[in-house]
């Protein structure tokens, strides 16, 4: 009796077909992806600005990256210096395929630029800043950046609403 070849053959198209199908079917998301994702960008990074509250980059939509900053904090280092920090992290993500890739977090202090910080992925960005006197308003500003997997448009990015402190 000869084996039955017709079974390999059907289990070896159908595992051809699947493939196939499954790779037009990502191409297909993948550009309709793209597209929704660059005819909202400007509107949902306007949104961004408009209605983010302070220390969050919360963007109505689909396929974002939300991030919290911290306000400026005085702190006590070891030896009994003291600085000025401050944190950026990203808090979840919406989308199947979204992910953040950077955040970067800056404080300015009362008599000068001051200083930033940048953190990749899922990490929790700190900078801390030591200036020539610790009285007056130091302000903390930051920018959330994330992407689509898999689609080479590059990162979108939202800049944080800044966040005042005095000491």
């Known amino acids: 009796m000869l084996p039955n070849r017709s079974s ?26 793209a597209a929704v994702t660059a005819a909202t960008t400007a509107a ?6 408009a209605a983010a509250t302070p220390g969050a980059a919360d963007v109505s939509g689909e396929g974002f990256c939300s991030f919290e900053m911290s ?3 005085l702190i006590e280092l070891p030896g009994g210096g003291k600085a000025v920090s401050s944190t950026i992290n990203p808090t979840g993500c919406t989308g199947d395929y979204v992910s953040p890739r950077s ?9 000068g630029p001051g200083k930033c910080s940048n953190a990749p992925g899922y ?10 006197r610790y ?12 992407a689509v997997v898999n689609i080479p448009r590059g990162d979108v990015c939202t800049p944080l609403a800044p966040i005042s402190s005095t000491f």
């Open 8 to 33: 390999r053959v059907t289990q070896n198209f159908f595992a051809k077909t699947v493939g196939r199908r499954s790779l037009a079917r990502t191409r297909r998301l993948g550009t309709l992806a």
């Open 44 to 49: 949902t990074i306007g949104a961004a600005v």
């Open 71 to 73: 306000p400026p904090k």
């Open 103 to 111: 955040a970067t977090i800056c404080v300015s202090t009362p008599d």
């Open 123 to 132: 990490a929790t960005g700190e900078v801390f800043v030591t200036a020539t």
């Open 135 to 146: 009285t007056g308003t130091f302000t903390a500003t930051g920018r959330g950046c994330w």
